[in-house]
């Protein structure tokens, strides 16, 4: 066992994270997510994370997403949150362009229903087209020509035992668009889902030092799913809130 002692303050929150080697040689992606919970384990109070999170946490909600090729996250998560567009600061715009990004990454919705508000700023205001993954049945439905007309709309099919997407058919889906770093918000569903196929590689997690709120994990992986095992990599402090990132151990049990 051993003892965390203080060290020095880090400049930018997002240092830690930056020098990350997230290419894989085979061309597929990369996954990472971001969440945060409370000392219990909820994900939201009040339906909702946003009464978790603050501060130094807040702002690396906003500035990991700097390091993503597209931000992905579960309509249900959308709905919830009123999810808008990525917007970046100019300095980690400036970043990207040397690096031959683009400025910013667009945000990847998963719906099996496409009941989204196509109204909001995500679809309306987003400086990238934001992409709505769904099934081929969800999209020859009565409402894939809405959806066809304010997102693009990638088609995978369902996993075998029905429902949502199939996980490495959506992975490929958005490597072959050139989306190798995908950066997963949630929520815990989509990330259990992540998680049960054994394609989450990075968990970056926030532990809110709170008690109380919804009955709800960080991670729902479904019935049956195997054990995952992850690596503590970084340790980080601020307020009270423990910044924890964890790597993927292969073959883990």
């Known amino acids: 066992m051993l003892r965390l002692v203080e060290g020095p303050a880090v400049a930018d929150v997002l240092d830690p994270y930056r020098g990350v080697d997230r290419i894989r040689p085979s061309g597929g992606a990369w996954v990472l997510a971001n969440m945060v919970g409370g000392l219990d384990g909820t994900a939201a109070i009040g339906g909702r994370v946003g009464a978790l999170t603050g501060g130094a946490d807040a702002e690396l909600f906003r500035r990991l997403r700097a390091v993503a090729d597209v931000v992905l996250v579960g309509a ?9 567009p990525v917007r970046l600061p100019e300095d980690l715009r400036a970043e990207r362009r040397a690096a031959g990004r683009p400025d910013v990454p667009p945000v990847a919705v998963v719906s099996a229903s496409l009941r989204l508000d196509w109204s909001s700023s995500l679809f309306t205001d987003a400086e990238r087209p934001t992409m709505v993954v769904t099934t081929p049945e969800a999209a020859a439905g009565p409402t894939g020509p809405e959806a066809r007309r304010h997102a693009e709309v990638p088609e995978v099919d369902p996993p075998a035992g029905g429902g949502g997407v199939a996980v490495p058919d959506l992975l490929a889906a958005l490597a072959d668009r050139g989306h190798r770093v995908v950066l997963c918000e949630g929520g815990p569903a989509l990330l259990g889902e992540l998680v049960a196929a054994g394609r989450l590689d990075e968990l970056c997690l926030t532990v809110a030092p709170l008690v109380g709120g919804d009955p709800l994990p960080v991670v729902r992986t479904p019935p049956g799913a195997p054990l995952r ?3 503590l990599r970084h340790v980080a402090l601020d307020d009270g809130a423990l910044f924890l990132r964890y790597e993927a151990v292969p073959d883990a049990r």
């Open 76 to 84: 249900a998560t959308v709905r919830a949150e009123g999810y808008g």
């Open 229 to 231: 095992g992850f690596a």
